[in-house]
C-alpha cells in the first residue's frame, strides 16, 4: 500500500537536529560521509536483555545494525545518517536509554560486578558506581572542564577495572582481625596470603605483617573457620591516572573511605581540576603541576 | 593415621582450579549430611580456593592438615 504524498513527506522530513544535544556530546561523527555514532550512557556497563533489544531495535532502524562496545562499558550504534540522529535520539530517549557523552567533562562511570556476583567482591562497586554516575554525570560541577575526566569502581584489589588508569579511581579493600580463639592453626592463611604478610609462629597461630598487607582479604575468605574477620572495610581511592598518548598511574589519596566520602573526594577534586587545570590537561597534569601534597589538601 | 574418621576420600593433586572444586562438589552429592570427606589438594592455588568455595556451598572444612610432601589434605563435613 502507497501511503497518500502528504504522508509521506511529513513522514520522511528529517527532524532538525539539536545543536545543544551536539554539544552535550554523545553524538560522533564517523569517518564516512554523513554518518554519526550515538554513544549511549551504560554506567556500570549494566542494562536489561529488555534494553538491549531496543538498542538493537534501532540499530536496525536507523544504524548498520552493528553495535559497537567501547573500552568503558559503552555502547555505540553505529551507522546512523545526519538526517535520522534527532529522531534515533528521541526514540532511544523514548525508550528510557541515555546518551552517552564525549569530550571535556564528567565521563559515564564504570564499574566491575563486584560484591554480590564477583566471589571475590569485597564492596559493592556497582551500587557506588551506579550513585556516583547519578550524582556527577550531566551536572554542572562534571561539565566545562580542563579535559575529560573518568571515574571507575573495582570492587577488590584485584582493580580489574584499573581504578589507577582512572582520574579517579576507587577500589575495595578489607582490614583482617584474627579471633585468636577460632584458629586451629591450619596454616592455610600462610599460604594463601601472596604477600607474604602472614606467618605462623611457634605456637601455631597466623602472624600478621601489617606493613606488607595490601588488605586484599584472601586470608578471610580461604580461613575454614572463620577465624579472620573483618576489622573494617572501605575504599582506597587513586588520583591523577590516565592511559593515552602519555600514560601515568594515579597515586594513592586515601584508603578505608565510605560511599560518602568517596563521592566528597570526586566533588572537590572536581572544583580542584575546574579551579587550577588548565585547558586541554587532564588531572594528573594539573596535580604534577602543582603538587601531590597541593591536591591533597584541597581534597582530603 | 587421622583423628577425624573419613566416610570417603578424593586425590586432587594435579588437578588444577576449578576441576578440583567441581569435582569435590560432585562428590559431595553423593555422600550423606554430616559424612566426612577427605580431600588432597596441591599447595598453592588449589589449597586457597577449594576450602573457601567449599566454604560458600555451606559445607563445614573441619581441618586443613599439612602434608610432609607439601601437599594438604582438607577434612569436610557435608553439610545441607
Ligand atoms: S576487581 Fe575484584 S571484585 Fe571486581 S571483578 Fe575484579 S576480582 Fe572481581
Ligand atoms: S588481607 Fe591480603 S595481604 Fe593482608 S594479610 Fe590477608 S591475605 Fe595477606
Ligand atoms: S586459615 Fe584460619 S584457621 Fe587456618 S591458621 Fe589461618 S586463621 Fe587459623
Known sequence: MIA?????????????????????????????????????RTPVGKISADELDKISNISKKHGSGMLHFTVRQGIEIQGIKFDDLQTAKDELEADGIRVGACGPRFRVVTACPGEGICPNGLSPSQEVGLSLDEEFYGEEEGLDLPHKFKVTVAGCTSCCPKPQENDVGFHGQVEPELVEDDCNGCGVCEVTCKEGSIVMDDNGLPIKDDDK?????????????????KKRTGLAAYAGGRWGRHPELGKLVAEFLTAEEASALIRKSLAFYKSSGKRGERLGVTINRIGFDKFKEHVL | MSEFPVDDSIDLRGVLCP???????LKLEEMDDGDHLEVFLDEGEPISNVPRSVKDEGHQVLKVIKETDGNYRLIIKKSG
Open chain 1, 4 to 40: 497518500d504524498k502528504g504522508e509521506y513527506m511529513e513522514n520522511s522530513m528529517p527532524k532538525a537536529i539539536d545543536l545543544a544535544a551536539l554539544k552535550t556530546g554523545g553524538l560522533i561523527k564517523q569517518k564516512e560521509k554523513d554518518l554519526f555514532v550515538i554513544r549511549l
Open chain 1, 213 to 229: 598487607c595490601i588488605y586484599c582479604g584472601d586470608c578471610i575468605s580461604s580461613c575454614p573457620t572463620d577465624a579472620w574477620v
Open chain 2, 19 to 25: 576441576i578440583n572444586f567441581v569435582k569435590t562438589k
